[in-house]
Nanobody, 128 residues
Framework: QVRLVESGGGLVQAGGSLTLSCAAS????????MGWFRQAPGKEREFVAA????????YYADSVRGRFTISRDNAKNTVNLQMNSLKPEDTAVYYC?????????????????????WGQGTQVTVSS
């Protein structure tokens, strides 16, 4: 049974930082590209960042590029999202997702339909 479990969410002031973690089990982690998505109240789920199996050439949404960093540890089956310079508009539930792929990440990884497994999400709230 595949499980993706996010952690690290919370309340932070604007300009602050948080690191989200996603622990994966039940799959061969290195066969999967990993992504982070977020969903704010009343809005559709949107792509945040993705990383290929090898960890090179991560891919980011324009809205977070330069502020967020995605990384992975294949030995620990984890993927992290370091979030700096947080803004109130970053407030959302953040989801970790896994896509069976050894391709590089790019435009295909922006689509939620491209992912096979999802976590339950972790809330991030940025106060102004």
């Amino acid at each position: 049974q595949v499980r993706l479990v996010e952690s690290g969410g919370g309340l932070v002031q604007a300009g602050g930082s948080l690191t989200l973690s996603c622990a994966a089990s039940g799959l061969t982690f290195s066969n999967y590209a990993m992504g982070w998505f977020r969903q704010a109240p009343g809005k559709e789920r949107e792509f945040v960042a993705a990383i290929r199996w090898s960890g090179v050439s991560p891919y980011y949404a324009d809205s977070v590029r330069g502020r967020f960093t995605i990384s992975r540890d294949n030995a620990k089956n984890t993927v992290n999202l370091q979030m700096n310079s947080l803004k109130p508009e970053d407030t959302a539930v953040y989801y970790c997702a896994a896509a069976f792929s050894i391709r590089g990440v790019g435009t295909w990884s922006e689509r939620a339909s491209g992912y096979d497994y999802w976590g339950q999400g972790t809330q991030v709230t940025v106060s102004s």
